[in-house]
Every structure is written in structure tokens, then in C-alpha cells.
């Protein structure tokens, strides 16, 4: 049998994956209520300290991805990651982009994710401040292009401009299934089949860089 050794240079670390709450700013219409809402409480922030505490306690060294909901909502999340920042080793925001640039540039984090998601009207906005991320600081990140088929054209161009500006991004489709069908049971009309929902897609490029 072939042996596989990962590459990633990681392997000792704790990595967690927090989910900071169920709030969102945004009610994209393929993103289920167990994901998000605009109504759950905010995590306490010294239940928020104690954890990160009990995380540093471990003995190795931790790597967080905050994630939500949209974790740039809770109220002391700038408390919170400087916070983390003094007591583990590597921080990521997995985030929609619709804080401004200049608090992104601010945060203490290692690294971000940027969601794009289409279904919403300051989508261009997210755009803008992810631009402004690239020009004006050093933060590593990568950008989800979530290519939803009702709006291909402006999924297309936002590829067109990270190529242009060499900005880390990969295009995820959003899923359905024949089985699982939210999707258009909740919000558009019955279409003819999937066939018609892969030809939205086309060929879409990709310029996808690991992060470390
Ligand atoms: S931004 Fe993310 S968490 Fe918020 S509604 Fe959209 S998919 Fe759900």
C-alpha cells in the first residue's frame, strides 16, 4: 500500500473550529435556520475569554477559524480576537465581508476567509472592501466565490477581477440535491431539471492557493 504523509506543517497543533453563534447580518435564502438568524443571543465574551483560556491550557500549540452565522457581528468580537491573539498561535476569520476595510486591516487575525455570496444587495460593496484588504494590507486570504445560478454574471466578473488582481479565491457552488431541495422549495419556482442548473455554471476559472 502507498504511504501518504500530509504536507501540511501543522500536524501537532490543536485546530478548532469555532462557531461563534447562529447571528447574521445577511438571510442569503439557500442558508438553513440552523446556520443562521438575527435573533440568538450573543455568546457571553468571558465564557468566550474562558474557553479561549482552556484552549491555550492544552499544552500545544491552537489554531482558530471563527466562523458563525457571521462571527463579525457579536459585539466584542474585536475584544475577542485581540484576546485570543495574545494566548494562541494562529487566528482565522471566516467572515461575509460586510465590515469595512479598515477593520479587517485592523484585527490581529493570520488570515482570513471572505464568503461572497450573491443573493443580497451590498454584494458589490463586499467586493470593494475585499480590494481594499488586497491594496492597502499584508493579511493573507481567500476569497469563496459562492456562485449562486441566478446570478452568474456578477459571480463571473468578481472571478474576472480577483484573476485580474491575483486574489486567492475558489468557486463554490451552491448545492442542492434531488433528495434535499430547500432550495427552490423555499424560494424560486420549479425549474426543468439539473441539467439546466449546470449549464448556469460553465466554465468557471479558478485560482486556488492553499493557506497555511
Ligand atoms: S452570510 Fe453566511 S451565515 Fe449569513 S445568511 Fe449568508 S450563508 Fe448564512
Same mark, same amino acid.
Given at each position: 500500500?502507498? #504511504?501518504? +504523509?500530509?504536507?501540511?506543517?501543522?500536524? %501537532?497543533?490543536?485546530?478548532?473550529? @469555532?462557531? &461563534?453563534?447562529?447571528?447574521? =447580518?445577511?438571510?442569503?435564502? !439557500?442558508?438553513?435556520?440552523?446556520?443562521? %438568524?438575527?435573533?440568538?443571543?450573543? +455568546?457571553?465574551?468571558?465564557?468566550?475569554?474562558?474557553?479561549?483560556?482552556?484552549?491555550?491550557?492544552?499544552?500545544?500549540?491552537?489554531?482558530?477559524?471563527?466562523?458563525?452565522?457571521?462571527?463579525?457581528?457579536?459585539?466584542?468580537?474585536?475584544?475577542?480576537?485581540?484576546?485570543?491573539?495574545? /494566548?494562541?498561535?494562529?487566528?482565522?476569520? +471566516?467572515?461575509?465581508?460586510?465590515?469595512?476595510?479598515? @477593520?479587517?486591516?485592523?484585527?490581529?487575525?493570520?488570515? !482570513?476567509?471572505?464568503?461572497?455570496? $450573491?443573493?443580497?444587495?451590498?454584494?458589490?460593496?463586499?467586493?470593494?472592501?475585499?480590494? *481594499?484588504?488586497?491594496? +492597502?494590507?499584508?493579511?493573507? $486570504?481567500?476569497? =469563496?466565490?459562492?456562485?449562486? #445560478?441566478?446570478?452568474?454574471?456578477?459571480?463571473?466578473?468578481?472571478?474576472?477581477? $480577483?484573476?485580474?488582481?491575483?486574489?486567492?479565491?475558489?468557486?463554490?457552488?451552491?448545492? @442542492?440535491?434531488?433528495?434535499?431541495?430547500? $432550495?427552490?422549495? &423555499?424560494? !424560486?419556482?420549479?425549474?426543468?431539471?439539473?441539467?439546466?442548473?449546470? /449549464?448556469? !455554471?460553465?466554465?468557471? *476559472? /479558478? =485560482?486556488?492557493?492553499?493557506?497555511?
Amino acid at each position: 500500500m502507498k #504511504h501518504v +504523509t500530509s504536507k501540511w506543517p501543522h500536524q %501537532d497543533s490543536i485546530k478548532v473550529e @469555532w462557531n &461563534l453563534g447562529k447571528r447574521c =447580518n445577511l438571510d442569503c435564502g !439557500y442558508c438553513p435556520a440552523e446556520i443562521h %438568524d438575527n435573533f440568538s443571543p450573543h +455568546t457571553n465574551i468571558e465564557i468566550l475569554k474562558r474557553t479561549v483560556d482552556h484552549l491555550a491550557a492544552l499544552g500545544k500549540p491552537v489554531r482558530i477559524s471563527f466562523t458563525g452565522g457571521e462571527p463579525c457581528v457579536h459585539p466584542q468580537i474585536d475584544e475577542l480576537l485581540r484576546y485570543a491573539k495574545e /494566548r494562541v498561535d494562529w487566528i482565522n476569520v +471566516t467572515t461575509n465581508a460586510s465590515r469595512k476595510a479598515e @477593520w479587517y486591516i485592523k484585527q490581529p487575525v493570520n488570515h !482570513y476567509v471572505f464568503s461572497l455570496h $450573491f443573493d443580497n444587495k451590498t454584494v458589490d460593496r463586499m467586493i470593494n472592501q475585499i480590494m *481594499q484588504v488586497k491594496a +492597502t494590507s499584508s493579511i493573507p $486570504f481567500h476569497v =469563496n466565490v459562492m456562485a449562486h #445560478h441566478e446570478h452568474m454574471d456578477r459571480v463571473r466578473s468578481a472571478v474576472r477581477l $480577483f484573476t485580474l488582481f491575483d486574489v486567492h479565491y475558489a468557486v463554490r457552488r451552491i448545492r @442542492w440535491t434531488e433528495k434535499h431541495d430547500w $432550495f427552490d422549495d &423555499l424560494r !424560486y419556482p420549479r425549474r426543468s431539471g439539473m441539467v439546466t442548473r449546470k /449549464r448556469c !455554471y460553465g466554465k468557471i *476559472q /479558478r =485560482n486556488y492557493r492553499p493557506y497555511i
